[in-house]
């Protein structure tokens, strides 16, 4: 899976927060690490109370967490009266496009974000010729070229390139149809669905979490559920998930949850919803069903 140090960072404050406290070096021993977060209140991410502790960093490594008075860092931080925390994870990105222009990604990492998913419905790869030129033309203020041709190629492109934040991505269902189908308002014949499936298969080997769709927008829309259901089962095979914006999110919410279910279902993977919301106020009485609806049908998670 293409994610890289700070999931990695994160999943190590985690381990490392149940361990407790390292044992205190002596003086003439004293380790040194390249950061030491001092005196902060430290939220590991598990849902258990904070704690203060001292933080150490070594390279891209959670190296210690607990009282470190005898450990030196190359810098050291007063997180006196400061929350320490792994960095957040955007689930919802849409800075395919931006980070191309300037890997910095400020505007997220001042916020704490430090792992960015892509792939609500659309993403980056696999594109053809024609999607190539598309891309390009569409562009406005930001400018870049379209060196690649698979969802991997585009992620180790954004590596080449040199970005601050951490990324991976969803393979998007309308990005597949598109390849296969353009904006045609039809079903895939059956040698088009394979093609389609073979996409996402490969995707899923080059990393992709699983396959992402946004059934509220053309052409997305114009996808069946028996067609996303055999998308579906090929990121399952490699232990993807199916994450979607749902077909409605007004009048029909409650039959979009269950196709949502169903996909899940049926392909057998986890399903996540991008907006579990009821939008406008002839739907509003429906949030009230919708969410031990999905309990009780079985939904895996909502975001």
Known sequence: MRVSSSFVLACQVLWLSACAATPVTPASEAPAYDVIL???????????????????????????????????????????????????????????????????????????????????????????????????????????????????????????LGISPNVASFVGATTVRIHELGYADRAPAPEELERMRALVRQAMEEGALGVGSSLIYAPAAYAKTDELIALSKVAAEHGGMYITHMRSEGTRLLEAIDEAITIGREAGLPVELYHLKAAGQRSWGKLDEAWPASNRRGAAGCG
């Open 38 to 160: 001092r005196g902060g209140t430290v939220y590991d991410g598990s849902g258990a109370a904070p704690f203060v502790a001292d933080v150490a960093i070594q390279g891209d490594t959670i190296a210690a967490i607990g009282e470190l008075p005898a450990a030196r860092g190359r810098l050291e931080v007063d997180a006196r009266g400061l929350a320490v925390s792994p960095g957040f994870i955007n689930m919802l990105s849409w800075a395919t496009e931006s980070l191309l222009v300037d890997g910095r990604s400020q505007s997220d990492l001042r916020q704490g974000v430090t792992l960015e998913i892509f792939g609500e419905g659309s993403s980056m790869g696999p594109i053809n010729e024609a999607m190539r030129k598309e891309m390009i033309e569409q562009q406005g203020d930001l400018r870049f070229d379209v060196p690649w041709t698979t969802l991997g190629e585009y992620l180790e492109h954004l590596e080449e």
